[in-house]
Each structure stands twice: as structure tokens, then as C-alpha cells.
């Protein structure tokens, strides 16, 4: 008994020292965090002042703000920046300066190195401007801004080639600035479309699609049709836009150029699904098959009751008031000028009740001259019959519109009932 006590004393001692020993490190850190914290607190209330005073300074446009938050943080970036903006009309040197000092404060901040090549630029500075640029590129090559910055810099300074290379480069990353890019080089080349073209030098259908827009907005179809082109099935709506308003400017020529990118090419003298064969939307425009009259009371379908030849008919069924001046369905079709042509068709009849009875008429395109027309179809009941429209164009008649519509009305409201069936429509040139 007695040797095991005599072996516990020690053991007992040890652990009180080893104590001792693991508590003066704690009370020394201890001790250093509650002196470092009132410094902590201050420093971050100061730095805390400094971004209130800077951020009231660019808000107020009052360079005593920003001068107090540098006596308050020597070297903040976001004060010598803050402080340069506002004194850029009025002191660009001085402006420069401060810029300088807020991209040595923070060298790896791109808009810091942007905002000292923009002072510099207008400071008359090209070089520093243009070296200034190409460090905001090496710190953000991915980003637009730089890209576009140092781009005007080169061409303003009339180095073209290298400024549009880096305008190039903006536009791929940001394809909103494309618009002003394309803006800018067809300016600088005075309209010259090729000149853009290889410029810009697209190869998405963003940028087929931006200078597309561009050139139908200034006048330039084949060059706008060539881009829409290249654009395929990603400029589809706008493709379908231009359509319409090639069609609406009598600009038949470019209008087919421009159809012929998802269908067949229109050939002179040649109708489209002469047989109503086949399926149509009848709402696209183009050189198909085409409906005016939206009106609910007028139903058009492909009929496979007693076709004239092939495996339908179109079926025209009239149910109330419908405007009588707007096609119920129409095609236009590419001629020779001075041609004379014949126009065939077959169409059958059923009970129509109206104060304006269908017909079908032939219009030059161009100046809606009436070329030729039937006779109003007859109410009642009838078989298949042929019909011929014999016309010849203009000199300068290109297009002509065939159109199925309405005699005019006696009374504004002019409803029309029954059915109406054509088939078999052709065109020979004479």
C-alpha cells in the first residue's frame, strides 16, 4: 500500500505543471485580442467612413467628399477614381492623375485601367490612351468593354485595321454592341457593304442577323438577303418580316431571292401547289398560297370529295359577313414583261347566296392594274367547269397577283353563304 502511494504524489504534481504550463499561452493570446480589437473596431469604422464619404462623392458630384476620404485612406482606389470622374471636365490632367494613382492602388482592376485610357484620349494622349486600353484587354480578354474601348482608340487614331479587329472581338462577346460597331464602319467607309462585311467578319447567327437588319434597314436587299442567308432557321422572323415589307415596296425581284431561302425558287410563269395538293399557311407571305380575309365566317380547307384532278380540292365554304375587297385567297407569280398569258382553272358551285358573288381576277403587282377577270361564279348548283383568263403584262410588269375575291356590295353589310370549290389552276405563256 505503501509503495503505491508513494508513486501517486508525483503523477499529481506533473498534471498541475503541465496546466500551468498549457493556460499562460491562452492568457497571452487572451490578452493580444483584446488589445488588436479596439484597433480592429477603428479600422474598420475608418474604412468604413472612407466608402461613405466616396460613395457621397459620386453621388454629389463634390470633390470635397472624396478629398476627405483620402485624408482619411491615402491610397483607396475607389476615392482616387471617384475623385479623377468628377474633376474630368474640368481638370483632365488632374483627372489623369488621380487615375494613374487608383490603377497603381489596385493594377489588377480592369475599369481602373479603362477610365485612365478614356482621360488620356481626351487628354490628347494616344499612346499612354492606347497603352492603358490594351492593359484593361490583358486583364479581361473575355469582356467586352475592353475590347471596345481600345478599338475606337486605334481607329479614332487611324489605325482602322487594328481597331476593328479589337471591335470584332467586342461584338463576339457582346452582341448588343454589334448595331453601333457595324454603325461606326459603315460610316467610316461610306456605305460601303462589302467594306462591312469583311469588317466584321460574321460567323454566328448573331452577327449574319445584326447585319442583315442593318443592311434592309439602309437599302441594301441583296446584301441583307445574302446575310438572312447565312442566318438560316435563326432569322426566321425576321426573314419573314423583310418578306413582307419587300413585298409591301413592289420589290418582287429581292422578294423571291429572299423566299427562295427555305423554298423552292419561284420560276417565271410558275405557280406554286397549282393543285392545292398539299398543305399551306396561308398566313406566311410569299409566292404561295396566301388568305387576306381573316374573317370567322369564311372556312378554307383541302377537300378529297371530288377533286377536278389529284387527290383534293380547295373548298371555300361561306358562312356570314365578310369583307368583300379582301382576298379569300391569292398568289403572285413571276412574268415576262410584255408577255401575253392565258390562265386556266376549274371550279365548281354550290348554292351561293350573295350581293357580292365570288370571281377570280389577275392585277399587275406592280401598279394593281386589273389584267383580266371572270365573269361572277353562278349560284346555283354546277359541275366542274373551266375557265380562262387571257392577259397580257406591261413593260413594265414583272409580278402579277391571281385573287380570288368578291364583287362589291350594295349595302356595307354584304354576307355571303354557300360553297365554292378550285382546282386545276395553270399558266402558259402564250
Same mark, same amino acid.
Given at each position: 500500500? $505503501?509503495?503505491?502511494?508513494?508513486?501517486?504524489? #508525483?503523477?499529481?504534481?506533473?498534471?498541475?505543471?503541465?496546466?500551468?504550463?498549457?493556460?499562460? #499561452?491562452?492568457? &497571452?493570446? *487572451?490578452?493580444?485580442?483584446?488589445?488588436?480589437?479596439?484597433?480592429?473596431?477603428?479600422?474598420?469604422?475608418?474604412?468604413?467612413?472612407? $466608402?461613405?464619404?466616396?460613395?457621397?462623392?459620386?453621388?454629389? +458630384?463634390?470633390? /470635397?467628399?472624396?478629398?476627405?476620404?483620402?485624408?482619411?485612406?491615402?491610397?483607396?482606389?475607389?476615392?482616387?477614381?471617384?475623385?479623377?470622374?468628377?474633376?474630368?471636365?474640368?481638370?483632365?490632367?488632374?483627372?489623369?492623375? %488621380?487615375?494613374?494613382?487608383?490603377?497603381?492602388?489596385?493594377?489588377?482592376?480592369?475599369?481602373?485601367?479603362?477610365?485612365?485610357?478614356?482621360?488620356?484620349?481626351?487628354?490628347?494622349?494616344? *499612346? *499612354?490612351?492606347?497603352?492603358?486600353?490594351?492593359?484593361?484587354?490583358?486583364?479581361?480578354?473575355?469582356?467586352?468593354?475592353?475590347?471596345?474601348?481600345?478599338?475606337?482608340?486605334?481607329?479614332?487614331?487611324?489605325?482602322?485595321?487594328?481597331?476593328?479587329?479589337?471591335?470584332?472581338?467586342?461584338?463576339?462577346?457582346?452582341?448588343?454592341?454589334?448595331?453601333?460597331? &457595324?454603325?461606326?464602319?459603315?460610316?467610316?467607309?461610306?456605305?460601303?457593304?462589302?467594306?462591312?462585311?469583311?469588317?466584321?467578319?460574321?460567323?454566328?447567327?448573331?452577327?449574319?442577323?445584326?447585319?442583315?437588319?442593318?443592311?434592309?434597314?439602309?437599302?441594301?436587299?441583296?446584301?441583307?438577303?445574302?446575310?438572312?442567308?447565312?442566318?438560316?432557321?435563326?432569322?426566321?422572323? %425576321?426573314?419573314?418580316?423583310?418578306?413582307?415589307?419587300?413585298?409591301?415596296?413592289?420589290?418582287?425581284?429581292? /422578294?423571291?431571292?429572299?423566299?427562295? &431561302?427555305?423554298?423552292?425558287?419561284?420560276? &417565271?410563269?410558275?405557280?406554286?401547289?397549282?393543285?392545292?395538293?398539299?398543305?399551306?399557311?396561308?398566313?406566311?407571305?410569299?409566292?404561295?398560297?396566301?388568305?387576306?380575309?381573316? /374573317? %370567322? $365566317?369564311?372556312?378554307?380547307?383541302?377537300?378529297?370529295? +371530288?377533286?377536278?384532278?389529284?387527290?383534293?380540292?380547295?373548298?371555300?365554304?361561306?358562312?356570314?359577313? !365578310?369583307?368583300?375587297?379582301?382576298?379569300?385567297?391569292?398568289?403572285?407569280?413571276?412574268?415576262?414583261?410584255?408577255?401575253?398569258? %392565258?390562265?386556266?382553272?376549274?371550279?365548281?358551285?354550290?348554292?351561293?347566296?350573295?350581293?357580292?358573288?365570288?370571281?377570280?381576277?389577275?392585277?399587275?403587282?406592280?401598279?394593281?392594274?386589273?389584267?383580266?377577270?371572270?365573269?361572277?361564279?353562278?349560284?346555283?348548283?354546277?359541275?366542274?367547269?373551266?375557265?380562262?383568263?387571257?392577259?397580257?403584262?406591261?413593260?413594265?410588269?414583272?409580278?402579277?397577283?391571281?385573287?380570288?375575291?368578291?364583287?362589291?356590295?350594295?349595302? !356595307?353589310?354584304?354576307?355571303?353563304?354557300?360553297?365554292?370549290?378550285?382546282?386545276?389552276? !395553270?399558266?402558259?405563256?402564250?
Amino acid at each position: 500500500m $505503501s509503495f503505491a502511494a508513494e508513486k501517486a504524489t #508525483p503523477l499529481l504534481d506533473e498534471g498541475r505543471q503541465a496546466g500551468r504550463s498549457a493556460f499562460l #499561452p491562452r492568457f &497571452i493570446g *487572451g490578452v493580444a485580442v483584446l488589445a488588436i480589437l479596439p484597433l480592429a473596431i477603428w479600422w474598420a469604422g475608418r474604412s468604413g467612413l472612407v $466608402s461613405l464619404l466616396t460613395i457621397y462623392a459620386a453621388k454629389t +458630384n463634390q470633390v /470635397a467628399a472624396a478629398d476627405a476620404a483620402l485624408r482619411l485612406s491615402p491610397n483607396d482606389p475607389d476615392a482616387h477614381l471617384v475623385r479623377g470622374a468628377i474633376l474630368e471636365s474640368k481638370n483632365v490632367s488632374a483627372a489623369i492623375e %488621380e487615375y494613374k494613382q487608383a490603377a497603381r492602388a489596385r493594377p489588377e482592376d480592369y475599369l481602373l485601367w479603362l477610365s485612365l485610357a478614356r482621360a488620356q484620349e481626351l487628354n490628347g494622349d494616344v *499612346g *499612354g490612351a492606347i497603352a492603358a486600353a490594351s492593359q484593361g484587354v490583358r486583364l479581361a480578354p473575355y469582356y467586352a468593354r475592353p475590347h471596345w474601348l481600345l478599338g475606337n482608340i486605334l481607329v479614332r487614331s487611324g489605325q482602322a485595321a487594328e481597331g476593328f479587329s479589337e471591335l470584332r472581338l467586342a461584338g463576339e462577346s457582346d452582341t448588343g454592341l454589334l448595331p453601333a460597331i &457595324i454603325d461606326l464602319e459603315w460610316q467610316l467607309s461610306g456605305g460601303d457593304a462589302e467594306f462591312v462585311k469583311r469588317a466584321i467578319h460574321p460567323d454566328s447567327p448573331e452577327s449574319f442577323k445584326a447585319l442583315a437588319d442593318y443592311f434592309r434597314k439602309h437599302g441594301k436587299a441583296n446584301d441583307a438577303i445574302e446575310m438572312f442567308r447565312a442566318a438560316a432557321t435563326a432569322a426566321e422572323q %425576321e426573314r419573314r418580316q423583310y418578306l413582307q415589307e419587300l413585298i409591301s415596296a413592289k420589290s418582287f425581284k429581292e /422578294a423571291a431571292l429572299l423566299w427562295s &431561302i427555305d423554298h423552292a425558287p419561284p420560276g &417565271i410563269g410558275q405557280l406554286n401547289d397549282p393543285g392545292f395538293e398539299r398543305p399551306s399557311n396561308l398566313d406566311e407571305p410569299g409566292f404561295g398560297w396566301r388568305r387576306d380575309n381573316k /374573317a %370567322e $365566317s369564311l372556312t378554307l380547307s383541302l377537300d378529297t370529295n +371530288n377533286p377536278r384532278e389529284g387527290r383534293f380540292s380547295l373548298r371555300v365554304d361561306f358562312n356570314g359577313v !365578310s369583307d368583300p375587297g379582301a382576298a379569300i385567297i391569292s398568289q403572285l407569280i413571276l412574268v415576262e414583261p410584255r408577255a401575253h398569258y %392565258e390562265l386556266r382553272f376549274a371550279a365548281r358551285t354550290e348554292g351561293i347566296v350573295s350581293g357580292g358573288l365570288p370571281y377570280v381576277v389577275v392585277f399587275d403587282a406592280g401598279s394593281n392594274n386589273v389584267l383580266g377577270q371572270t365573269s361572277a361564279f353562278t349560284k346555283a348548283k354546277t359541275d366542274w367547269q373551266d375557265y380562262v383568263i387571257d392577259f397580257q403584262g406591261g413593260e413594265s410588269t414583272s409580278t402579277v397577283q391571281l385573287v380570288l375575291r368578291r364583287q362589291p356590295c350594295s349595302s !356595307s353589310s354584304c354576307p355571303v353563304f354557300g360553297h365554292l370549290w378550285l382546282d386545276n389552276v !395553270s399558266l402558259q405563256k402564250l
